[in-house]
């Protein structure tokens, strides 16, 4: 069990919101992008990322965020209905904005690199009169992801969607999802972030990152249990703070400190386990499931998507997880 309440009799379990986008994934493997002659299309960006793997899952996602009005655009509702993500709050944008890019480079499993195409990206006109109190009120939970805040109308589009998940009592999950390349500076983030987080009921980062938001007011603060306080004193309920090969620590209200299980593999890339890891964990939580074991289940899933190719394509099932992890133990 978890310390989260859920409205059980809503027909969305999760609504994320912010970034729709497409990866186009080197297909030279240990190649430097200069030498790269061909790339595979997927969907990509954090939140949309997160959607595919609870629907993968099992889950009912749905999205609030908007699109280019070309092939790209299409390209992401085509793909996202194809997998029974519902698309309803999605808006076509008709000002000329673009799809964001992310070309990729593995030039080994440790060594890789995301050229970013982000000028006029569609993603940030986001307008507060998209995001809809009735599609709010549909859903179990909402995941903010800290990348939608960067910019305006996106900025405010998102504090509107987190006032009315506390009006409806829909959970507001928090994927800090860092971006500095996106930001003008690191202390304005930090005000953006922490204004954010100071309303969420679940938050989810990497020590990195939560160093980030503590700049201003904790600085030096490395301690995570001190970190995890910080946010009960506002509303958070589960705090998971991820130091990357370690495994993450998720710390609870109630003063409990959970150890999240590790399966180290050998990755052929080294993006896409945050995304995998927070659809695991988020579809746990929504199971009903203690943090140790949505942990598990976030843990496992990441571990698969790093040996594939895409991240999208390769969000797992829930009887692929428990295939690995049982196989895994097994070892």
């Known amino acids: 069990m978890n310390n989260l309440v ?16 497409v990866d186009l994934n080197a297909n ?34 749905g999205f609030i965020g908007r699109v280019a009005d070309d092939q790209f655009g299409r390209f992401i509702v085509n793909y996202l209905n194809k997998i029974n993500v519902d ?25 890789c690199s995301i050229l970013m195409y982000r000028e006029n990206a569609v993603d ?30 996106s900025r405010e589009a998102v504090f509107a969607a987190i006032e009315l998940a506390r009006k409806n009592n829909t959970v507001i999950f928090f994927d800090i999802d860092y971006r500095p390349y996106t930001w003008k500076s690191v202390e304005e983030t930090a005000i953006y972030y922490s204004l954010v987080a100071e309303k969420c009921d679940v938050i989810i980062g990497t020590r990195e990152e939560f160093d980030m938001m503590e700049m201003i007011t904790n600085r030096g603060n490395t301690d995570d249990a001190v970190t995890a306080k910080k946010w009960f004193d506002y509303n ?19 003063g409990e400190k959970v150890t999240g299980a590790v399966f180290p593999v050998t990755p052929v890339k080294t993006f896409g386990a945050g995304d995998s890891y927070a659809g695991g964990f988020i579809y746990g939580l929504l199971q009903g499931y203690s943090p140790e074991k ?38």
Request: proline fraction near 4%; glycine fraction near 8%; charged fraction near 20%.
């Open 236 to 254: 958070a309920k589960i705090v998971v703070i991820k130091h990357g090969k370690e495994g993450s620590y998720a710390y609870t209200k109630d």
């Open 294 to 331: 949505s942990m598990e289940i976030g843990a496992g899933s990441a571990a698969i998507v790093v040996q594939s190719h895409s991240c999208s394509d390769a969000m797992p099932t829930i009887d692929q997880i428990n295939n690995f992890i049982k196989n895994y133990n097994k070892n």
């Open 124 to 153: 940030f006109k986001l307008e507060v009169g998209d995001v809809r109190e009735e599609y709010i009120k549909s859903a179990k939970a909402i995941l903010i992801s800290g990348t939608a805040l960067a910019a305006s109308p």
């Open 87 to 111: 698309t309803t709050g999605i808006v076509t944008d008709k000002s000329g904005a673009k799809t964001g890019l992310a070309f990729t480079e593995i030039k080994s499993p440790s060594d």
């Open 28 to 61: 030279e493997i240990n190649t430097p992008m200069e030498e790269t002659l061909s790339f595979s299309k997927y969907l990509g960006g954090s939140p949309a990322n997160i959607a595919v793997a609870v629907a993968k899952l099992g889950k009912k996602a």
């Open 6 to 21: 859920f409205q059980e009799n809503r027909s969305i379990d999760l609504i994320p919101i912010g970034r729709l986008a």
